[in-house]
């Protein structure tokens, strides 16, 4: 019996043990999501992924700075309290604030919070394009995006790690190298795509929590084509977290002759 070099039998066992870990998760993992209607992979709990997200919410707070403006906390409310109740979740604590940053952005994270940046709140021009803007972010956190996000963060870099075990193993001169385009293709080939796909989603569902909340859904394509407008040099949309301006229109459009309006 030949007995195996001792570097190549750890790579056996990381690769066993890390192959063993995927099956696991994938097959422990799935959740059925009714907001979307399909599977996730979840391997994180919401209250693990809030008290993570409590940190971030409050650097962003004190490093940011909160926009105390009576019209923008107004309309903030106003239109935010509508949203969550059209999604169903109008008795639970969430967290809003406009955040001081000329940027046009927003952003939601786990534990119900969500920050609109000062420059989104001057460029939309009414109610119901704060309510696309909203309705979107509310999305995320109804779909779990962060967690599925995470989840498929964690399994990729599973993959890096037995890529790199792999390598060192064989003393490969160009480790490092090829490591970096293995990483590449995990982020291009994974992560990076299936956050397009959440973004859809979340339009869609921001388009359906709006509608339901009273605001008029074609004011979401309007407040789109005037972020196209806006863009300069934005990278090609395989390369980007968010789908093209183009695509998102499309989106929209398609889901408002769905929805019969």
């Known amino acids: 019996m030949t007995e195996t070099p001792e570097p190549m039998g750890r790579l056996a066992k990381g690769l066993a043990a890390a192959a063993l870990f995927a099956l696991a ?4 993992g799935c959740t059925q999501n009714q907001a979307l209607g399909r599977d996730q992979l979840i391997l994180v709990s919401n209250d693990q ?4 997200a409590d940190g971030t919410w409050q650097r962003t707070l004190q490093q940011q700075g909160v926009v105390h403006d009576a019209d923008y906390d107004a309309q903030l409310d106003r239109v935010a309290g509508r949203i969550v109740t059209a999604a169903g979740r109008g008795g639970e604590t969430w967290n809003f604030a406009v955040i001081h940053d000329d940027s046009l952005n927003a952003f939601a994270l786990p534990g119900n919070k969500i920050g609109v940046n ?3 709140m ?4 009414n109610d119901d394009q704060l309510a696309a803007v909203i309705g979107h972010e509310v999305g995320h956190v109804m779909a779990r995006h962060s967690a599925e996000r ?7 870099q599973v993959g890096l790690d037995l890529a790199n ?4 193993a064989n003393n490969t001169p160009m480790a490092d190298q090829i490591a970096a385009v293995l990483g590449a293709g995990v982020n291009y ?3 990076l795509p299936f956050s397009r796909k959440q973004e859809l989603e979340a339009d869609t569902l921001g388009l359906q929590y709006m509608a339901r909340a009273g605001y008029d859904p074609h004011q979401a394509v309007d407040f789109w084509r005037r972020m196209m407008a806006q863009s300069n040099g934005q990278p090609p949309e395989f390369m980007s977290t968010h789908p093209s301006d183009q695509a ?6 398609a889901q408002i002759r769905r929805m019969g309006l």
Do not use: D, H
Request: hydrophobic content about 50%; cysteine-free; charged content about 5%.
């Open 122 to 125: 001057k460029f939309v021009q």
């Open 189 to 191: 080939g994974v992560i």
């Open 248 to 253: 998102r229109i499309a989106n929209l459009q």
């Open 118 to 120: 000062s420059g989104m």
């Open 25 to 28: 998760a994938t097959t422990s």
């Open 49 to 52: 992924l809030a008290t993570l």
């Open 165 to 168: 075990a792999a390598l060192a």
């Open 150 to 156: 995470y989840s498929q963060q964690l399994l990729g």
